[in-house]
Nanobody, 116 residues
Framework: QGQLVESGGGVVQPGGSLRLSCVATDLIFRFRDMSWYRQAPGKQRELVATITSGGSTNYEDSLKGRFTISRDNAKNTVSLEMKGLNPEDTAVYYC??????????WGQGTQVTVSS
């Protein structure tokens, strides 16, 4: 059974930083692309960043330079480093595991609130 568990969310002041982590069971980490999505209140869930099984990365254009996605294959962990946070970054952040031809898995989400 695949499971994704996010952590690292919280309340941060504008301009601050946070690092989110998502730990996956081995079955849904190896050979899989890992992504971070976010969903703000009243808005659709949107892609933040993806890192492929080979380590290639892709970001939502407006977040390039502030957010960095990385993966540690030894620890089955994908991380999202976020800097220069502003209130518009407030959302629930979700981890996602995908592989063509296989089931997709989502984590339960972690809340990030940017507020003074």
């Amino acid at each position: 059974q695949g499971q994704l568990v996010e952590s690292g969310g919280g309340v941060v002041q504008p301009g601050g930083s946070l690092r989110l982590s998502c730990v996956a069971t081995d079955l849904i980490f190896r050979f899989r692309d890992m992504s971070w999505y976010r969903q703000a209140p009243g808005k659709q869930r949107e892609l933040v960043a993806t890192i492929t099984s080979g380590g290639s990365t892709n970001y939502e254009d407006s977040l390039k330079g502030r957010f960095t996605i990385s993966r540690d294959n030894a620890k089955n962990t994908v991380s999202l480093e976020m800097k220069g946070l502003n209130p518009e970054d407030t959302a629930v952040y979700y981890c996602k595991s995908t592989r063509p031809g296989y089931a997709t898995y989502w984590g339960q989400g972690t809340q990030v609130t940017v507020s003074s």
